[in-house]
C-alpha cells in the first residue's frame, strides 16, 4: 500500500527549492496584499501596486493610474510580516479510496505546500479532521517536514467527516491572518460551507482543493453491486447501467458545479485532482495556476 512519504526522495524535495508560496491574505494594515511586502516606513505608506482581482476592495484602486493608463491597480500598503499556512486535511473513512487513494494523494500535495513554506521560513499547522481526534502539528525549519510525513503515514482514513469542527476549532484557536489549504473529496457539503464562509468572513484566504478518485470522476463499471458506505456502513443494492451511470454524471456535474458557484460567491479558490495525479511538474503547472507557489 502507498505512503505518503514513498515519493519525498531528495531530488523531488530539492525540486521544491525553486519555487516560493505565493498566496495572499490581509496585511497588518487590513488591505489585501501580496503574502510579503516590503517595508517603506509607517504601515500604510505606499509600497507598490499590483493588477486587480475580482474581490479586492475598491476603495483601494489607483483612480488616477485608471484614468491615466486604463488600467486597474490595487494600491499596497503594507509593513513586511511572516504569515502562517494551516493546512487542513480530511481523514475520514471516504478518503480511503483509489489507487493512490484520495487521502494519501492529498497529504502529498499539502507536504509539498508545507515544504516550500518551511523553505522560506513561513511556519506550518498541519490539523486532521477524522474519525480518530489528533493533536495538530507545528513545523517551523526546513527540515521538519519529516515530522508530518511520519503522522500521515501511521494514519488511517477513518470514520465520519469532522471539517467543520475543525475549521470551528482553527478558527478559535488558530491565528485570524493565515493561509488555509483544505484538502478533502468535498462530500461533507452541508458542514464544510458554513466553516469556509465563517473562515473567510474572518480574513482567512482559503483554498478548497477536491480530491476525487478516477473510479468516482468516471466509472466504467457494469452490472449488479452492493455499495457499502465507506462512514456509515449502510450497504445497499444497485444496478449499474446506461441510465444509472448517465444520472451519476449528472449528479457529479451538479456537485462540482456547485462547489466552484460557493468558491466564487465566497471568494475561496477552489482546484480540483485527481487521485492518480502524479507530484511533479503538471501539479506545480496548477498550483501556480490557482495561485498558490511561482
Avoid at 15 to 36: A, K, N
Avoid at 66 to 83: V, W
Avoid at 126 to 154: M, Q, T
Avoid at 203 to 223: C, K, N
Amino acid at each position: 500500500m502507498p505512503k505518503v512519504s514513498d515519493i519525498f526522495t531528495g531530488a523531488l524535495l530539492e525540486s521544491l527549492t525553486r519555487f516560493e508560496l505565493t498566496v495572499r491574505t490581509l496585511t497588518s494594515s487590513g488591505i489585501r496584499g501580496e503574502r510579503r511586502s516590503r517595508r517603506k516606513g509607517g504601515g500604510t505608506e505606499y509600497a507598490d501596486h499590483r493588477e486587480y482581482t475580482h474581490g479586492d476592495d475598491l476603495r483601494r484602486l489607483d483612480w488616477h493610474a485608471l484614468a491615466r493608463l486604463d488600467q486597474m491597480l490595487i494600491r499596497l500598503y503594507a509593513a513586511e510580516e511572516t504569515l502562517p499556512l494551516e493546512v487542513v486535511i480530511d481523514t475520514s473513512a471516504s478518503m480511503d479510496f483509489g489507487d493512490p487513494s484520495k487521502y494519501v494523494t492529498a497529504a502529498r500535495i499539502g507536504c509539498v505546500l508545507a515544504q516550500i513554506s518551511l523553505l522560506h521560513a513561513t511556519p506550518v499547522m498541519w490539523r486532521f479532521a477524522g474519525g480518530k481526534p489528533l493533536e495538530p502539528v507545528r513545523l517551523s525549519a526546513r527540515n521538519d517536514i519529516g515530522r508530518v510525513l511520519r503522522v500521515l503515514d501511521d494514519l488511517q482514513p477513518d470514520g465520519a467527516c469532522a471539517l467543520g469542527e475543525t475549521l470551528r476549532r482553527s478558527a478559535l484557536h488558530g491565528p485570524r491572518k493565515r493561509s488555509l489549504v483544505i484538502l478533502t473529496d468535498g462530500y461533507d457539503r452541508a458542514e464544510l460551507q458554513p466553516a469556509i464562509r465563517a473562515c473567510r468572513a474572518a480574513g482567512t484566504e482559503v483554498y478548497l482543493m477536491l480530491v476525487l478518485s478516477p473510479e468516482e470522476a468516471d466509472p466504467g463499471l457494469r452490472g449488479e453491486f452492493t455499495f457499502i458506505d465507506a462512514e456509515s456502513g449502510g450497504e445497499s443494492g444497485i444496478v449499474l447501467d446506461g441510465s444509472t451511470l448517465k444520472r451519476y454524471r449528472k449528479m457529479l456535474a451538479e456537485f462540482r458545479q456547485e462547489w466552484h458557484e460557493f468558491s466564487r460567491a465566497t471568494g475561496t479558490v477552489c482546484m480540483e485532482f485527481s487521485s492518480a495525479q502524479e507530484i511533479g511538474p503538471e501539479l506545480f503547472r496548477s498550483l501556480a495556476e490557482g495561485g498558490l507557489i511561482s
